[in-house]
């Protein structure tokens, strides 16, 4: 019996296809949460292809992770999902996935938190790293709630990626954001400079929008916005480093020489 979530799960199935036709999850990787109520949670059962859901390919759990509606187990990475969930009173979904270019930051111990697009800076912020823990275990939520404090998407290191926010669509856009970024910052890497916003074009750039500067300290530099403190939720723009703050190495030219020749045989040049 599906009861009255029946849309949630919907939306939760054009999700999972939304996360395989990007390339974001391979097989049956990843995982999708809905937060129901203030102690129910629906979540993806465990070992589901997300790109092939079905409504019954649900379960309802509780925040200590039992299955109060459902036959089926929750995912493996349940404990992930509810510490978010217990965390952050703002979130209402939780996205993990494994989108390949963000995913290669967190296996090379690179965070996505410097201020270089004044998009991401708005909407998205600074997107911190965890400390490496094994998929699936305790360890590995414990390593998460330092960062969903304050950040609205974390990378999990030699993992992937995890966003959050108000509601599905919203978690989901967060993923795409992270990946676009992450695709960006890459290409400027390899180009040998990545062009890092000051904290005054930062402040600015906040400032213009209306984004308020709240004593939230972004995980590089003291440039801070934020929300109303006492929600837990972040700021939209919670990372600007000074430009000479985080300097960028100079590329592997080898690598970047491969590269670039396998993209002129791709365009055909």
């Known amino acids: 019996m599906l009861g009255g979530d029946f849309k949630t799960r919907q939306d939760l199935i054009e999700v999972g296809r939304r996360l395989d036709r990007k390339g974001y999850i391979a097989a049956n990787d990843g995982n999708l949460s809905v937060r129901l109520g203030p102690a129910r ?7 589901t292809i997300k790109g092939h859901l079905s409504p019954d390919d649900f379960v309802i759990v ?13 995912s493996t990475e349940i404990a992930m999902h509810l510490a978010i969930y217990r965390v952050r009173s703002d979130v209402g979904a939780v996205v993990h996935a494994h989108p390949p270019i963000a995913t290669g930051f967190a296996v090379a111990g690179i965070p996505l938190a410097l201020c270089v697009l004044p998009e991401i800076v708005l909407t998205l912020g600074s997107v911190p790293l965890t400390t490496y823990a094994p998929p699936a275990t305790a360890e590995l939520a414990r390593s998460l709630e330092p960062h969903v404090k304050h950040a609205d998407a974390v990378l999990l290191r030699n993992h992937g990626a995890v966003t959050c926010g108000p509601d599905l669509f919203e978690a989901y856009y967060r993923m ?16 040998g400079n990545v062009g890092v916003l000051s904290r005054e074009q930062v402040r600015a750039l906040m400032g213009s929008h209306g984004q308020p500067l709240v004593s939230m300290p972004c995980e590089v530099c003291d440039v801070a916005a934020g929300t109303a403190a006492e929600t837990g939720a972040p700021a939209a723009a919670a990372a600007a480093p000074a430009a000479a703050a ?3 190495s100079a590329p592997d030219e080898d690598l970047a020489a491969i590269i670039a020749q396998s993209v002129r045989k791709v365009l055909g040049g």
């Open 41 to 47: 949670v629906l979540v993806t059962a465990s070992g």
């Open 62 to 74: 509780d925040l200590d992770g039992r299955v109060i509606e459902g036959s089926r187990r929750p």
């Open 246 to 248: 985080a300097p960028q």
């Open 176 to 191: 795409e954001r992270v990946e676009h970024f992450a695709h960006i910052l890459l290409v400027a890497r390899l180009l």
